[in-house]
């Protein structure tokens, strides 16, 4: 019986233990927990990462030669180069001359013009999936970055290609400089070190990678060779994929920042004062494609002027997306140079019903409507989505079909030309005009112009005057030109751009994120 | 005996061919370009090409499968696509947190489902047994996510008894890793507020996956106890004399154990699965999360990868409940 009661004792005991035992946290006010879906990241390596979790966590660790300050995206800044050059060739390029400023990697060695010459060098020779960016976008080669001394490196870049786009680019992950000497001594064959910097780190930025559990977390630490010290020791970006899971961990404040609430839950989270919104902004827009090619259901303009008329706007964003979003109509977005934020159509069914008449459709179409499982862009369900737009279009005749798949075969589907209507997202691969102007309006692009067979001289002359124009008032002007023509001729009816809604608790102070993702973890404080 | 291990490890080899076979003509037949899904919306065709060919995803699905294959008798399941590492080693990364989780869930099963079997049986049909078996029907019907769900708005949002979704507080530094289950790695550490933390992330995931087979636990013991309780030698037994609790304990509950072992045995199986939803809504980094964003990745290899380890613990665990049998019921040898 002794035995039985000193069971019941240590078992009681556990219990309270359990209940009751609130860990101490050591160091919470130099801790930031970020809860969200990371299932994402592929690698942290920046010369190959390309996804939208990584961006942010890179830069971060690799300092650029240019970058961004804060959420200001209109004009690059000074980062390890502290000033360049921009020069004509004889054959009517460019070479971009960069002079370094003083500066450490997290490994106490300094960085060095060779450092940036391997860097890039390095991306080419990978050709991973944002390698593009350098050898199409940019044309460089190997060989087009070279060291004139240690602290001079210079660029060349061919003829047609805009040094004012490329400086934009720069500022983007791809551009992170690592310490070529460190990662050169952990290269297993031919991967460039890929592999190691997995788990390890070797840049010159605020914070270095401390561990990456997948699945789990991911852990920065502050860099202790950094000039200037973080408030925030450690950074932990905690995989949370289901917002309801988030919405619990930020309450109880076991994490200080949420990234994946819905709009209704985030609507609540407004009136709550233990917490904070942040609207931030996003280059992203969800549009519908229509597939524009000879024998096409949308071949006619007329008709696809129509959709325009009759989708409800101001519903979707009202009710569907709780307020997070902006109406938008055209292909260049709030926050990039040349947005064009013109109304250029009212929600007018009547107008949409006279223009299906005049193209001959009066007596109706039936359709297919690919959409995507799980939440479309600003996070509202892409069923809830379709099912909107399919009561709008079917005012004026269209009958949609829905059919849903996943994201990645909904991309395989479109990219074979073969999605007659689509509703889906864009946002643009470098904050320029050009990442939306050329893919949306040159078909030779094969981007969104081609996947919608929309093969228009027009389009692709505007478009592809504007990115070699290196007088900024002469783009500009173009842009304005090309937004107009691509809203009225375009295969797209542009929904709306979403704010990204953002979650911290009181205690978060200076958290800020842009518009291309970047969040300056240096920047965060808590309050104790 | 070493015969019937023999041949049920012949079956097993089988079994497992069976399930990968299946698994991969299955992933072959849906239209959809892993490639695609890896590289993301805004990918160019001839990046897309190039990735196809250097995964060897362009060649015909038989000249993979036999690729695959070879490569499985040497003990290679290939890289992910998405994580861009050897499948292995992310299932040893991922694998131990599941395990962790089921044994939890288990845990709970046997230590809830048992004694609510028992009590039912003890007082059937008066109000306790009416009690055990509405708890029953609820922990078995109940869809395991919105328990979920449910179960960390109550326990966790509202009364604030117990954390959040993940393994651990995330101030606290994680042990260092050597069975890959926190829990038990805190133990080794001799961390104790790294293993109360561990433990207390552990109870809620643990209790809801557990709930559907606590409440079969329960149903199964109730009514093995009924049929056992009404035989002649649990009357002799208690005829004797005997303690309440020993007939009820030695006599009785022993000779129960044997269907109850059966379900427990499909059970583990069938956590495994229940898993995949758990998982993802506590954000707990094992096979199931693993499983469901390979899955929406299109990572057809780590599909494979999930989907044969997890046949294989299943076809292991049968085994392993056959074999038990025979150590509860002498009556049943096998040849």
Known sequence: MARLRLTWMLLATLAVGLFSFGAAQPAQQQTLVIGGDWTDLITLDPGVAYEFSSTPIDDNIYQRLVEFQGTDLSHVVPGLASSWDIASTADGGTTITFHLKDATFSTGRPVTAQDVVWSFDRVIHINGPSAFLFTDVAGMKVGSTVALDDKTVQLTLPKGVNPQIILNMLTFNIGGIMDATEVKQHVQGDDYGQHWLNDHSAGSGPYM???????????????????????????????????????????????????????????????????????????????????????????????????????????????????????????????????????????????????????????????????????????????????????????????????????????????????????????????????????????????????????????????????????????????????????????????????????????????????????????????? | MLAFLLRRLGYLIFVVWGVGFAAFFISHVVPADPAAAALGSNARPAQIEAYRHKYGLDLPAPEQYVRYMVDLFKGDLGNSLRTQRPILSDLRDFFPATFELTLGAMAFAVLLGLPMGIIAALYQDRALDLVVRTLALVGGATPVYWLAILALELFHSRLGWLPGPGELNPYLLEPHRVTGMMVVDAAIAGNWQVFVSALRHLVLPAAVLGAFSTALVARMVRSAMLEVLSQDYVRTARAKGLAGRVVVFKHALRNAALPVLTVMGSLLGSLLTGAVLTETIFSWPGIGSYATSSAIGLDFPAVMGVTLVAGLAYSLINLLVDVLYAVFDPRITYA
């Open chain 1, 209 to 528: 990678l401390d561990r990456w559990d997948r699945g789990s977390q991911v852990v920065l630490v502050a860099n202790p060779k950094y000039p200037d010290p973080p408030s925030i020791k450690r950074i932990i970006l905690r995989y949370m994929q289901e917002s309801n899971a988030q919405r619990a961990a930020i309450t109880s404040g076991e994490i200080d920042v949420a990234y994946n609430f819905t709009p209704d839950a985030f609507k609540q989270a407004e009136s709550n004062p233990d917490l904070k919104t942040l609207k931030t902004d996003t280059f992203q827009m969800a549009y519908l494609g229509m597939n524009s090619g000879p024998g096409a259901p949308f071949a006619d303009n007329r008709v696809r002027d129509a959709v325009r008329y009759a989708i409800d706007q101001d519903g979707i964003i009202n009710d569907l997306l709780a307020g997070l979003g902006r109406k938008m109509q055209t292909i260049i977005p709030y926050g990039l140079m040349g947005a064009d934020t013109t109304q250029y159509y009212t929600h007018d069914i009547e107008k949409a019903k006279q223009l299906m008449a005049a193209a001959g459709k009066s007596g109706g179409m039936t359709v297919e409507f690919l959409i995507a499982t799980g939440a479309c862009s600003g996070g509202v369900p892409c069923a809830d989505l379709a099912a909107k737009i399919q009561s709008d279009l079917a005012k004026i005749g269209i009958t949609t079909n829905i059919k849903q798949t996943t994201s990645a075969q909904l991309y395989t589907i479109y990219r074979q030309q073969a999605a007659q209507l689509v509703l889906a997202a864009w946002s643009p691969d470098y904050p320029d005009p050009n990442g939306n102007a050329s893919p949306l309006a040159d078909y030779n692009a094969k981007s969104l112009a081609w996947r919608n067979v929309w093969n228009d001289a027009q389009g692709t002359k505007l478009a592809t005057e504007a990115a070699v124009s290196t007088d900024p008032a002469q783009r500009k002007d173009l842009y304005a030109q090309l937004t107009k023509y691509v809203a009225q001729n375009g295969p797209y009816a542009i929904l709306y751009q979403p704010y990204v809604p953002i979650v911290t608790t009181a205690k978060v102070q200076g958290f800020a994120r842009s518009a291309q993702g970047d969040v300056d973890y240096a920047a965060i404080s808590k309050l104790p």
